[in-house]
């Protein structure tokens, strides 16, 4: 079974000391229905083993769905965080091919899931392993699947943000609070236990490329600027030539900012790093297609 559990022994303790048994179990069953905080007051006299923390299985539909959304394919490292008894993993080897890890702090399940790899024949794709999912590096991953509680995604979120851009992320579920879903797929779970819906909901997540700040033009170009502010995937600033100022807004997928139709300035932009690339512009901008803008620290950029 994939679970929803928490991995964490450390997440676990910061659950402990803010929750009662009786307040949690209310909160996971009346979660889909309503937004409720897991930040609630009180206090357990005595901590909980993390085995007994309440789990609900992922169905195969939702397994498939996960995968599916994040365009899973041969080129892919899939980590799942939570791995239960295994099956996102070697699921994404078995039928879509790609290599993956799975993360779990149940020595039982991690030898279930390492025994499924091997009978389903993708023992050398699919890999399992006890660990602690604060203590995992997650930079190999292109994929990375997840069905853990609200406040355990919102803990993992900064590190999931520091990801390579282009990373997707995907949860059953639970969301990552203000860092709002780039897609969302809803799914049929008739027999579904939590809640009164018979479906589940799969988050899939984009990392944006970081491209706050200003970029500075060369060459022919010096003076041209490009200032950014970004929250999460959105970004909105100013594109600057000589006394000409442009508005840009738009959507960052990955390494890729699209300008919106709104957008005054239709610029298309790729970042590598330091350097911002204008892959795709249209009017008297299109003079600046192929131009690249490099990040400086300074509030302008130098005449």
Known sequence: MKTCRI???????????NMSWMKSILTLILAPLMALSFAVPGAWSQAMPLEEVPFVTTPDNVTLEMLSIAGVNASDFVMDLGS???????????????????????????????ASAKS??????????????????????????????????????????????????????????????????????????????????????VVPANVRGTWCGSGLLRGTQIKLEQQFQEFRGTVMRGERVRQLDGTIVGDSLQPSPRSAAQLGLTVQGNLLRITSAEGNLALLQGASFTRTSAATCAP
């Open 120 to 205: 389903a024949g993708v023992a050398d794709r699919a890999e399992f392993r006890e660990q602690d999912l604060f203590r995992t590096d997650f930079s190999p991953a292109s994929v990375i699947t997840m069905y853990l509680l609200p406040e355990v995604n919102m803990q993992l979120r900064p590190a999931m943000l520091a990801l390579k851009p282009g990373t997707r992320i995907v949860s059953h579920d639970w969301d990552m609070g203000d860092w709002k879903p780039d897609r969302t797929s809803v799914v049929a779970v008739p027999d579904k236990k939590i809640g009164l819906e018979k479906s589940s909901k799969v988050h899939l997540w």
């Open 7 to 17: 991995y964490s022994r450390n997440a676990f303790a910061a659950f402990t000391n």
């Open 84 to 114: 239960g008894d295994g099956r996102i993993v070697i699921l994404a080897a078995r039928r879509f091919g790609a290599r993956g890890l799975g993360v779990e702090i149940v020595p039982e399940l991690v030898a279930l899931s390492n």
